[in-house]
Antibody
Framework: EVQLLESGGGLVQPGKSLRLSCAAYKFTFSSYAMSWVRQAPGEGLEWVSS????????YSADSVKGRFTISRDNSRNSLYLQMNSLRDEDTAIYYC???????????WGQGTTVTVSS | DIVMTQTPLSLSVTPGQPASISCKSSQSLLHSDGRTYLYWYLQKPGQSPQLLIYEAFYRFSGVPDRFSGSGSGTDFTLKISRVEAEDVGIFYC?????????FGPGTKVDIK
């Protein structure tokens, strides 16, 4: 079964950094674009960032541009999100999502929780 | 960015009755490649979102046939022919015609 497993979330102070990881299983990771989507407590879904299958193209929401960097290591079947200069409003569950050309965001991880608070 | 709106924002349905959710986009989601980049997701309580409908009206693998999507351009609808208890949660529409995807605010469905 295709699976995505996020890790790296936790409690962090405003202005600090955190790196999220996502391990991919049971699909050819290098063939698919990947995305991060977040959900603040009690709120809806917000697309954060996407990366092409080879890592050559990346896209980010204005709310995180210049602070967050998406990357991947196809040799390790892993996706990353480096989050710098964290703010209170970055507090959310962060989902790793597989992007299919046909189905869109079709496989979601269970999420990892990031809490930014002093 | 394309703005997605949904109505209603909440819905209480009697089991066995139909339900309908509307989604509108601020720009057409019909691409020059002929595909319509509109998707529907359901987030059940305590779970990650799951894909229901892709490209406006195609049902994803394993999704019950009581779910159907319709619409074109900027106006779309998700219909549940007969709501079941397991359908409770928040339904989201999403566009990905632009590289920067955007979601609707969500429609919370519960059972009467």
């Amino acid at each position: 079964e295709v699976q995505l497993l996020e890790s790296g979330g936790g409690l962090v102070q405003p202005g600090k950094s955190l790196r999220l990881s996502c391990a991919a299983y049971k699909f050819t990771f290098s063939s698919y674009a990947m995305s991060w989507v977040r959900q603040a407590p009690g709120e809806g879904l917000e697309w954060v960032s996407s990366i092409s299958n080879d890592g050559g193209s990346t896209y980010s929401a204005d709310s995180v541009k210049g602070r967050f960097t998406i990357s991947r290591d196809n040799s390790r079947n892993s996706l990353y999100l480096q989050m710098n200069s964290l703010r209170d409003e970055d507090t959310a569950i962060y989902y790793c999502v597989k992007v299919s050309w046909t189905y869109g965001l079709n496989v979601w991880g269970q999420g990892t929780t990031v809490t930014v608070s002093s | 960015d394309i703005v997605m709106t949904q109505t209603p924002l909440s819905l209480s349905v009697t089991p066995g009755q139909p339900a309908s959710i509307s989604c509108k986009s601020s720009q057409s989601l019909l691409h020059s490649d002929g595909r319509t980049y509109l998707y529907w997701y359901l987030q059940k309580p305590g779970q990650s979102p799951q894909l229901l409908i892709y490209e406006a009206f195609y049902r994803f693998s394993g999704v019950p046939d009581r779910f159907s999507g319709s619409g074109s351009g900027t106006d779309f609808t998700l219909k549940i022919s007969r709501v079941e208890a397991e359908d409770v949660g928040i339904f989201y529409c999403m566009q990905s015609i632009q590289l920067r995807s955007t979601f609707g605010p969500g429609t919370k469905v519960d059972i009467k």
